[in-house]
């Protein structure tokens, strides 16, 4: 049995989020750290982004304990040892394993979770709206409902939008698919790909989510990149392009503006689909930063939702989130660990995007790369517009070991003839 299946079928575990998942990761981990143990040695300078990532977790722990958040027993001592040793953990062992397998493989392992992750949610969705008992069409009649009946886990119920989010991997797949299978470039990979994509795609309709179709339109600029980086090898102007997007970028800002001025039924519904109210919470919690350094448990505040036009309310005490990680983190632990955490991902996103970058030019690798590259807009979308560690947080926690593997992927790999 070829030794990098066994990575392989862990990750799709992990994705599937079966019971024991969090240990199902640490096995995981043993694993690869074990394949790694050999691995050509990578630059101790390199790895100053770790050094930031401790200062992140250590405070993280330290004003969860200092508040009464957490204490040293039962499930928070396992959060504890997760928050103190996965995020460094996590990056030292995705760049040790970028030294042995090469992009080709690495992505390889963000297919296998984001496919383990959907098949999740439709076991959910056939399960959660009793689409065996009835029709098929139930998945779709209920797609208003907050929550919804999982199979396994912890909690019996839980969010839609908790659930939704492992849609995203596939959606992320699928206009890159559509672009290789009309280059007929990796047909077989962009067939795949399409159809994927398509059944994450229905299953964010069933949610009636956004989080993924905005995946879905970010996952569009890779193959922006491809085609404007084409046009310039073969000296071709870009004078057209760059009109193309200015003229885009304008009528997207008139239509918002039109949107948030606008009057009548059509407006009221384009804008209940565009706008959202996270923009009204942001806006109000940053006047409100300078009180949370230390931490802002104690924060309450009033805010004007211009989507309902009503006052709401926002008080962490009570549990309240801002939907997103480095707010929800200042919240939760101040400002240091927040800014500690930004000063370490922030540098490692762009050394994978510029990694990334290096192999979407090759024709050889594009397919492959695109998997990753959506892999990368996902967690990003993620932490954007989701709660500190969203959901379980399994891929809060795996987006470090992603962030290494890429950002620390040599430019120019090593080759194997057993190359998956």
């Known amino acids: 049995m070829n030794s990098r299946l066994i990575p392989l079928l862990l990750v799709s575990l992990v994705g599937l989020h079966l019971p024991k998942a969090f240990t199902l990761l640490y096995l995981l981990y043993a694993v690869l750290f074990w394949q790694t143990r050999n691995a050509p040695a990578v630059a101790p300078r390199r790895f100053w982004p770790l050094l930031v990532l401790a200062v992140f977790s250590v405070g993280y722990a330290w004003t969860s304990l200092h508040y009464g958040l957490w204490s040293l ?10 928050i103190l040793a996965l995020p460094c953990g996590g990056v030292w062992l995705g760049a040790r394993l970028a030294q042995c397998w090469t992009p080709r493989q690495l992505s390889w392992l963000w297919l296998a979770y984001g496919l383990g992750a959907l098949a999740y949610v439709w076991v959910v969705l056939l399960l959660g709206r009793d689409a065996f008992s009835s029709s098929m069409l139930e998945i779709w009649r209920q797609h208003r409902d907050l929550s919804i009946a999982v199979p396994w886990g912890e909690q ?28 007929k470039e990796r047909v077989r990979l962009a067939l795949f790909l399409i159809a994927a994509g398509l059944f994450g795609l229905l299953a964010v309709l069933a949610f009636h989510g956004r989080i993924g179709l905005l995946v879905g339109l970010f996952s569009l600029l890779p193959l922006v990149w491809v085609a404007a980086s084409e046009r310039q090898a073969a000296g071709q102007s870009l004078k057209f392009s760059a009109w193309a997007l200015s003229g885009l970028g304008g009528f ?54 211009q989507q309902r036009q009503v006052w709401v309310g926002f008080d962490a005490s009570a549990g309240d989130l ?54 990368l807009i996902v967690l990003t979308v993620q932490w954007l517009f989701q709660p500190l560690i969203y959901a379980d947080g399994l891929l809060f926690y795996f987006g470090f070991f992603s962030l290494g593997a890429l950002a620390f992927a040599p430019v120019d790999p090593p080759r194997f003839e057993n190359d998956p």
């Open 73 to 82: 027993r039962g499930r928070d001592l396992l959060d504890l040892i997760s």
């Open 156 to 183: 019996g119920v839980m969010n839609v939008r908790s659930v939704e989010q492992n849609a995203s991997f596939a959606v992320a797949w699928f206009f890159p698919g559509l672009w290789l299978f009309l280059r």
């Open 252 to 305: 997207l800002l008139l239509s918002l503006v039109s949107l948030l001025w606008g009057r009548g039924d059509i407006t009221s519904r384009l804008l209940a689909r565009v706008y959202d109210e996270r923009i009204d919470r942001f806006v109000a919690f940053l006047s409100h930063l300078p009180g949370t350094f230390w931490g802002g448990q104690r924060l309450s505040f009033e805010y004007f939702e």
């Open 322 to 375: 801002l939907h997103n990680v480095p707010f929800d983190l200042v919240v939760r632990a101040g400002l240091i660990p927040a800014i500690a955490l930004l000063l370490a991902v922030v540098p490692l996103l762009c050394r994978s995007l510029r990694q990334l970058g290096h192999q979407l030019r090759d024709p050889a690798s594009r397919g492959h790369a695109l998997i990753s590259a959506g892999f």
